[in-house]
């Protein structure tokens, strides 16, 4: 980034909710994982997280970070969130795990990508994050 110099006009970082910890029900406001944390892809999102932060404040980096929960849409190799969506289809029962209180956040890929090309697009846009996966919301 420093090499960019000023001709960086928006730094866009794709995180995750992994970068709070544990759980997946926060708020903007909540502290990111220590460093020390044992999950590595944690404490990696968290920490350059906090090096961004802190280079914003330094140097007025133009910083837009994303932390969505779990992506779905076409091509993801991941049956997680598909499996939910086929069970719904073929009108068969939803299995919620443990006691159906665990917050479960998807976010939709197009609409993930178009808040991402709005944020880099946009300059007078203001893109709200959100934990809830939903841009806005």
């Not at 759980?23 to 990111?32: Q, V, W």
């Not at 906090?50 to 779990?70: A, N």
């Not at 998807?106 to 178009?114: A, I, K, P, Q, R």
Request: charged share 25%; glycine share 8%; proline share 8%.
């Amino acid at each position: 980034m420093r090499a960019c110099g000023d001709r960086l006009s928006r730094y866009i970082f794709m995180s995750s909710v992994a970068a709070y910890g544990d759980g997946l029900n926060h708020k903007e406001s909540d502290p990111l994982a220590p460093d020390s944390h044992a999950a590595p892809y944690v404490s990696h999102k968290a920490t350059t997280e906090r090096m961004l932060f802190r280079m914003r404040r330094q140097t007025g980096l133009p910083l837009v970070t994303f932390r969505p929960p779990f992506v779905y849409g076409a091509g993801n190799p991941f049956y997680r969130e598909q499996f939910f969506w086929d069970r719904l289809r073929a009108g068969r029962p939803l299995i919620i795990p443990g006691d159906g209180y665990r917050l479960m956040q998807f976010v939709y890929v197009n609409d993930l990508v178009e808040a991402l090309i709005r944020a880099m697009t946009e300059p007078g846009q203001r893109v709200r994050r959100s934990t809830s996966g939903i841009p806005g919301r």
